[in-house]
């Protein structure tokens, strides 16, 4: 089995119902989730005209392979009731794959760890709170340090959520 971190974000229609049933699907597909970060709330990244999001880490187990995995996170995001958006754009779901292990993959359909997580304040708190000193693969700083050296001041707040 291969431990994972996902990141999940939404910020359409009932944004906490769409990250909690994500879990069911997830495990549905295969996934085994062994802990959950809090709920964050925080800005939209990238194009800002939209409502803010809602954003969770999960840590998970898997067998999959990272292109199987990011094709079973696709599916969840289908399942849940994404429809492919403009980059950046609104979305039901996402789940991107932050790290597998402590594997790096550069290819068209697969770039783990995930090639912006470092530039993401969204991402780096919640991961922070689960995997602080987590090892970034090609950057050689932990978790906790990529947050501290993070440039993104977007607001990022844990909310009471679950």
Not at 123 to 147: C, D, Q, R
Request: hydrophobic letters at 40%; aromatic letters at 8%; proline letters at 4%.
């Amino acid at each position: 089995m291969f431990t994972v971190f996902l990141g999940l974000g939404s910020n359409m229609g009932d944004k906490l119902g769409n990250l909690t049933s994500s879990y069911d699907v997830l495990e549905s597909l295969g996934l085994n989730i062994l802990e959950k970060s809090a709920i964050y709330e925080s800005e939209p990244w990238g194009w800002l005209d939209q409502s803010s999001f809602l954003n969770q880490v999960l840590k998970v187990e898997t067998n999959l392979s990272p292109e199987s995995l990011v094709r079973v996170c696709k599916e969840a995001e289908k399942q849940v009731g994404r429809i492919d958006s403009f980059k950046w754009g609104p979305r039901v779901l996402d789940v991107d794959v932050i790290f597998y292990e402590n594997m790096v993959v550069n290819k068209p359909e697969c770039s783990i760890p995930h090639h912006l997580m470092h530039e993401r304040r969204f991402v780096l708190e919640p991961l922070n709170e689960i995997a602080a000193s987590a090892v970034h693969p090609v950057f050689g700083k932990t978790v906790s340090e990529l947050l501290a050296s993070c440039e993104d001041q977007g607001s990022v707040v844990r909310t009471d959520l679950s």
